[in-house]
């Protein structure tokens, strides 16, 4: 399986400051035919199922603000959160979605400093 | 309006089965690969298991091959999974997760059902 890792563990950012979240997996997640890197960032909240945030590491679903972005490719993913605000505390969560099982990253907690 | 219900967890001993079921509604079933999330207390997201469109091919996270089976039935919408031998480290609340895009198989998933609660104690 592809083991996904994440940086830093936990990040506390102040309201309107910027976030940035690293994600690496263990083999490339580019898809050369298309040119896609088959990479997705969930947000989490308490006591809610995952939400998805970003798809092809750098296309954001509908309805997900334009602070939110990614990019990289290959094997190496950022998110960045351009202005923090209140509602984006969350655990964030990187994805492959090239080989099945497709594996999570072990998350990144976001708080307000 | 996609709508995912899971059903079936349960306290249960540990070496014990349990089957965890998902109605799925609002979509074509049958164009869309599915797949079995699960979240320990308090940990992350494991992808434990992944099923293409029409059942042929399946996969699973190490840990649980040769005691978890994922199937589904296209004909009642639904999608399962066999839990066996269970352990401690099963304990977790199973999400069912639709993708995105219809296939035959894939991972970015944008629905998710509110997950079911499996405890494996004695």
């Known amino acids: 399986d592809i083991v996904m890792t994440q940086s830093p563990d936990s990040l506390a950012v102040s309201l309107g400051e910027r976030a940035t979240i690293n994600c690496k997996s263990s083999q490339s997640v580019l898809y050369t035919s298309n040119n896609k890197s088959y990479l997705a960032w969930y947000q989490q909240k308490p006591g809610q199922p995952p939400k998805l945030l970003i798809y092809w590491a750098s296309i954001r679903e509908s309805g997900v603000p334009d602070r939110f972005s990614g990019s990289g490719s290959g094997t190496d993913f950022t998110l960045t959160i351009s202005r923090l605000q209140a509602e984006d505390v969350a655990v964030y969560y990187c994805?492959?979605?090239?080989?099945?099982?497709?594996?999570f990253g072990p998350g990144t907690k976001v708080d307000i400093e | 309006e996609v709508q995912l219900l899971e059903s079936g967890g349960n306290l249960v001993q540990p070496g014990g089965s349990l089957r965890l079921s998902c109605v799925a509604s609002?979509?074509?079933?049958?164009?869309?690969?599915m797949s079995w999330v699960r979240q320990a207390p308090g940990k992350g997201l494991e992808c434990v298991s992944v099923?293409?469109?029409?059942?042929?091919?399946?996969y699973y996270t190490d840990s649980v091959k040769g005691r978890f089976t994922i199937s589904r039935d296209n004909s009642k919408n639904t999608l399962y999974l066999q839990m066996n031998n269970l352990r401690a480290e099963d304990t977790a609340v199973y999400y069912c997760?639709?993708?995105?895009?219809?296939?035959?198989?894939?991972?970015?998933?944008?629905?998710w059902g509110q997950g079911t609660l499996v405890t494996v104690s004695s």
């Open positions: 099923i293409t469109t029409g059942g042929t091919n399946t």
């Open positions: 609002g979509f074509t079933f049958t164009k869309y690969a």
């Open positions: 997760a639709r993708p995105k895009w219809s296939g035959e198989l894939v991972g970015d998933l944008d629905s």
């Open positions: 994805q492959q979605c090239y080989i099945a099982p497709f594996t």
